[in-house]
């Protein structure tokens, strides 16, 4: 995720935490168009925050809209790939959300406040067209606030157990599983709308703070939590926790010619809900797609195995979305990979060139880390 990434060609934006992080790190990246830390202390220190105990990241550039009024609930149904007509109110579901020719505009989440009022969460600016062509006449208003709130995530084994400590609220798993929100949660003495959520296949949390007060949150939550063993986290460090993780993220696994199938998320098309945008060109394209996103292990290379094309039996049949040196595998290389899909069993042997060299390898269990998801619902 080093690389830059952005939504479209404009000046980068600080998020609402810049001034602090600012002061931390002279290193950074355009993400989304908003400035995000590369590394703040040590990017190793970082993962084994995350994995061992907690680690809190900045996720304020990812785009926020609510929709509210009669019929809210049925305007977001008819955008996105997945049925929100069966969740119910505190329920989040994560979804594709695709242009009308069945090609990826954003991966997602949605919650339902109630049925007049959802929460939508992405990365991509061209989803407010989406939202409005289908509220038109509606009488659903659509609002983009992503500026107006201070959006930071806690993950790792001990982040039920530190915010546990700083709220009234009951944060059990029982009370607060996994896919859920709750709305002002009061948290280190701060209001916070609070999700079950996360991209490092750990038990984690999103907080978001209104951005009048966001300062302050991060202040409280460095200041009581740091000693405890917290750290701060980067993109580097998130890179090898979202890929170990089987991550997706726009620009890099997908952009407006890629289709879902290529990114794995078959599970996330639910067909039998009704019309939504792109399902036609979905429905075409369902047995056509030759492409999936699966996760490889290479004998070597490392970070710059990223793009490299993967051959078997010298046809080429895929390419690397992005290599990283795996902690989790013993300093293994590891990547996301798009292969072939008749390829992607496990076992499959591959070749790739790297640097000159031959580098070979073979197709692994997609999700490497934590694969039944067992740690993020715990």
């Known amino acids: 995720m080093t690389q830059e990434i952005t939504t479209e060609k404009i000046k980068t934006k600080e998020t609402v935490f810049y001034p602090r992080l600012r002061a931390l790190t002279d290193q950074w990246m355009d993400l989304f168009g908003y400035w ?11 993962y084994r925050a ?19 009024g009669p019929g809210a609930r049925r305007v977001i149904n008819d955008v996105v790939t997945r049925d929100i007509a069966r969740l119910r109110h505190g329920q989040i579901v994560y979804s594709a959300l695709c242009n009308d020719q069945g090609k990826m505009l954003d991966d997602c989440t949605v919650g339902v406040r109630s049925d007049d009022h959802i929460r939508f969460c992405g990365a991509n600016d061209k989803d407010q067209a989406s939202f409005e062509r289908r509220a038109a006449g509606t009488g659903v208003r659509v609002r983009h606030y992503t500026d107006e709130i201070g ?13 546990q400590a700083l709220t009234d609220t009951d944060l059990s798993r029982s009370a607060f599983p996994y896919y859920t929100f709750k709305e002002q949660v009061t948290i280190a003495g701060m209001p916070v709308f609070m999700t079950r959520l996360g991209y490092t296949a750990e038990l984690g949390y999103e ?69 939504f945008q792109g399902k036609a060109a979905l429905l075409r394209d ?19 195995a990223t793009g490299a094309a993967i051959f078997v ?35 499959t042997h591959i070749t790739t060139v790297v640097g000159g060299d031959v580098v070979t390898g073979e197709v692994v269990r997609h999700h490497v880390y934590d694969p039944e998801r067992k740690r993020v619902r715990s």
């Open 151 to 163: 959006h930071l995530c806690l993950q790792g084994p001990k982040s039920r157990e530190w915010l």
């Open 313 to 347: 039996d010298r046809a080429k049949v895929g390419h690397v979305t992005q290599a990283i040196v795996s902690p989790y595998l013993g300093g293994k290389t590891l990547g996301l990979a798009k292969l072939r899909k008749d390829l992607v069993d496990p076992g």
């Open 36 to 46: 995000a830390p590369i590394v703040v202390t040590d990017t190793m220190e970082e």
């Open 286 to 304: 369902k047995d056509m797609s030759p492409m999936r996103l699966t996760s490889v292990v290479l004998e070597s290379g490392g970070d710059a």
């Open 207 to 275: 907080l978001w703070a209104p951005a009048d007060r966001a300062l302050e949150f991060f202040d409280r939550l460095v200041e009581i939590l740091e000693p405890k063993g917290m750290r701060i986290v980067g993109m580097t460090a998130l890179d090898l926790l979202r890929i170990e993780g089987g991550f997706i993220i726009g620009g890099i696994e997908y952009d407006e010619t890629v289709s879902p199938y290529e990114c794995a998320l078959d599970w996330a098309i639910e067909y039998d809900k009704g019309d």
């Open 50 to 68: 995350v994995r061992e105990r907690a680690g809190l990241m900045d996720f304020s550039m990812l785009r926020k809209w609510d929709l509210d």
